[in-house]
């Protein structure tokens, strides 16, 4: 394992429900990576070789062993703090190995030979996998996130390392644990501890690379990629705008956008973080919102109880409560929550409606990351959509109007990547179909539907002449 | 135009047939490319706007201006030193114009609403062109390979801006001249000239950008975009392999390799560079292919006469004798051409056939880009692919062999984007089908196929709810 100039570094981890630094681990370091993934290598092709099906049937065995794993989901719900939604997570692979095992059906059912543009050529195509693929993930969904990028992965044939984040590493040793009981998977899934270091040196020894987290690490990323040469398929943060028509009724948009400001505590990348809303109905709306808001409650003390779970990343707190300042300082209002609760050590905070909220604030701009929910009103929608865009992100938004057709209109006006239409944060549960980002929310091939799988081949061409070739001509 | 702080360097051009620097233009500034882009991006949406059959229309009329123009066809004939490649180069446009029509019709239709996992959620997808891609263009086809992207760009509905290479840049007024004769046209599409550091320039203030050029170079504009966070598509250089089997005929494949060699005097990155053939037939296809190789003229004195042109690239001339030097001194056998050869100030050579070599020699290892055939004989054919496949390049190879079934067998084990079976070469001139490279030969997505237009598109998902929506559940 360790070796004198591999001195592995020792990591702590913070619990989020206390405070306490009650977890330490050891980073993976570089020569055990090379190490790993060249084990990777031997394994690949003998997983590469096997149908989809097969590779399905193992992942599903996985994904029974992940999902009645005790340790497993009690580490996850020490690393998030939260006891649902980690559960949610462990519990969606095995529907998801079903949705990708539909697609890899297809993409691999399409190698059959096409006449080209020459009458006397025929070409099909090879789907070659890349050898290793890297994924690291992020806090906020530690497991669920990474299964977005790695289980298309090793469906595509390919074999993967999973760095996690160092926020919540304890759900990586019982993982692995099982991981050993499965031998065939075992030889080409492999997940690491560690931290940013970590996923540096890992970049380097992997043939593609898969990252999910903020804007100013994932542009390090994929510079990191570029020096590589290697691709780089990276998720990174949001500000989705919600835009709410005249039309739109105050008192159900008010619940839709509460649900996705404050679900998982606004720790989700798609967390509605900007209301643009009509100012003839901005008052009912607001009211409503803020008489849910006060309705939601904290799972402390009691876990299994409330709506919202603590603050993951302590270091969120600060942002958070520096955005909340920056924009009382400017004007704004807090009409309910705006305070970071102390419990027993964990840092919780409640729903946080803010209205006179205007650009010059943080809390419109950068990403906070937490239930917090800036109201800003709007007389021409035109000008709502130029507020919505007014942002280097564009990852998600959604439109609420009277009917779909007025909210398509404005959202084919949206650059972001996905919109919700009558509804907000779809893309949390909803899958299908490529949707690519726009800015500095992402960049590479989309991770959801086809080319979601089809980015980790190669596809490789074979032409078939079956006329004369042609020798020298006069083409001086 | 020029400025106090935008002194826009002037470069020389050689002419290829003469030796003289009889050309000099402006490198287009960073201020002047900052301009022509706001430009551009005034005009784009007009033009994405458009339906694909409107801007396949307009294109048809560029099409029919550039096979017309007698001023550009000797412009880019003075370029390449030969007529009958320059002449092929212009007539290309409108075919690929149709070509990429009907991709763009399918593309288009696929916009329809469909239903997704979730019962009450549908979603469709919104295509949404980058506003402005660069394109940086080589000199070996400096027209052609520029169309590879540059038409499926536009037809996305992209604005584009094309920086042909300088050791080729006449051609650029005329062409320039033609696009302000349609508005439409001209509103979207540039070209502008200048050397690398143009390029560099480029890059800062486009949203995507191809390259074709040197893995050298590709590396950098690789890092250049990621510093930039805009997606790069770029195809590089390649080692073409041939295997050629036992069974296959020594004559037929003779006359095969030699065309794949020499044509365009071995400037084409799909050029054969490396031939491994088994023992049993070297004897007779080598002496076929000398026997042929010493039919092939040279286009000099007359450019409408001979077989093969100039070198365009004077300091090409200096690699390919150091390759041949090197592998001399290694204890090559040079078996006919071999000399670089002046005639009126232009550099030649002849189609040079090496035996004995391997893969110590730079004739095997990096890419001569010359009518160099270096031919190494296997007993295994395991041992010709471990051959193939060592090399840091993966663009295309081609394989010999009785049949198909035989040749298909080999080509499934090649790393590399494009296998031409019972043909060398057939990526020049049949583009049907994605293809992506392997190891340094290429980065992003396909040039090719449909994927060839989708990377100028960000896919847009626009999800719509039709059920109720659900508020803040118990998710603790």
Redesign the interface.
């Known amino acids: 394992m360790n070796t004198a100039n591999n001195k592995n570094r020792i990591l702590q981890a913070r619990n989020p429900r206390t405070g306490e630094m009650d977890y330490s681990f050891e980073a993976t370091g570089e020569e055990e990576i090379i190490s790993i993934v060249a084990d990777l290598r031997k394994g690949q092709p003998a997983w590469a070789a096997m149908s989809v099906q097969e590779r399905a049937g193992i992942l599903a065995d996985w994904a029974d062993a992940v999902s009645s794993s005790d340790e497993l989901l009690q580490a996850l719900v020490t690393d998030t703090g939260?006891?649902?939604?980690a559960s949610?997570e462990l519990g969606r692979l095995s529907t998801m190995v079903q949705?990708w095992l539909k697609i890899g059906e297809t993409i691999f059912a399409e190698q059959i030979a096409?006449q080209?543009?020459?009458p006397t050529?025929t070409?099909k195509?090879?789907l070659?996998p890349f050898e290793v693929v890297g994924v690291i993930g992020p806090w906020n969904f530690p497991f669920l996130i990474t299964l977005i990028d790695l289980v298309p992965a090793l469906m595509a044939g390919s074999a993967v390392v999973v760095k996690p984040s160092e926020i919540t590493p304890r759900f990586i040793a019982p993982l692995q644990k099982i991981l050993e009981q499965i031998p065939a998977l075992n030889a080409v899934c492999r997940f690491i501890e560690g931290d940013g270091q970590t996923g540096q040196d890992l970049i380097k020894h992997v043939d593609a690379l898969c990252f999910t987290g903020s804007v100013k690490t994932g542009?390090i990323v994929?510079?990191s990629?570029?020096?590589n040469?290697i691709?780089?398929y990276a998720e990174l943060g949001g500000k989705d705008p919600v835009i709410i028509t005249e039309n739109a009724d105050p008192k159900?948009t008010a619940?839709?956008v509460?649900?996705a400001s404050?679900?998982?505590t606004g720790q989700a990348c798609q967390s509605i973080e900007r209301v643009y809303i009509h100012s003839s109905i901005a008052e009912a709306f607001t009211s409503e919102l803020v008489r849910?808001s006060e309705q939601?409650e904290?799972?402390y003390p009691d876990?299994?109880?409330?709506?919202?779970?603590p603050l993951i990343f302590d270091k969120q707190a600060d942002i958070i409560q520096s955005h909340l300042k920056d924009a009382e300082e400017k004007g704004a209002e807090i009409l309910c929550g705006g305070l970071i609760e102390q419990h027993g050590g964990g840092l919780w905070i409640l729903p946080t409606v803010l209205k006179n909220v205007d650009h010059s604030m943080l809390t419109m701009t950068d990403e906070t990351f937490g239930p917090i929910i800036p109201i800003m009103t709007y007389t021409d929608v035109n000008e709502a959509i130029q507020l919505a865009n007014d942002t280097q992100y564009g990852l998600s938004a959604a439109v609420l109007a009277g009917d779909?057709v007025e909210?398509?209109r404005i959202?084919?006006h949206l650059?972001?990547?996905?919109?919700?239409?009558?509804?907000?944060g779809?893309?949390a549960?909803?899958?299908?179909?490529?949707?690519?980002?726009?800015k500095?929310s992402g960049?590479?091939?989309?991770r959801?539907g086809q080319?979601g799988m089809v980015r980790f081949?190669?596809?490789?061409?074979?032409?078939?002449?079956?006329g004369e070739?042609?020798?020298?001509?006069?083409?001086?």
């Not at 650059?415 to 919700?420: E, H, N, Q, V, Y």
């Not at 549960?429 to 726009?438: A, I, Q």
């Not at 070739?469 to 001086?476: E, L």
């Open positions: 939260r006891y649902f939604i949610a949705d096409k080209s543009s020459a050529v070409y195509h090879q070659v542009k994929y510079q990629g570029a020096e040469f691709p780089i159900d619940k839709i509460l649900r404050v679900q998982a849910l939601v904290i799972n876990i299994y109880e409330g709506h919202i779970g779909r909210a398509e959202a084919m650059d972001a990547g996905a919109i919700s239409i009558q509804d907000c779809i893309t549960y909803v899958f299908d179909g490529e949707k690519n980002w726009f500095y960049t590479g091939a989309s959801m080319m081949f190669r596809k490789k061409v074979l032409y078939t002449q079956s070739t042609q020798g020298i001509d006069a083409m001086g």
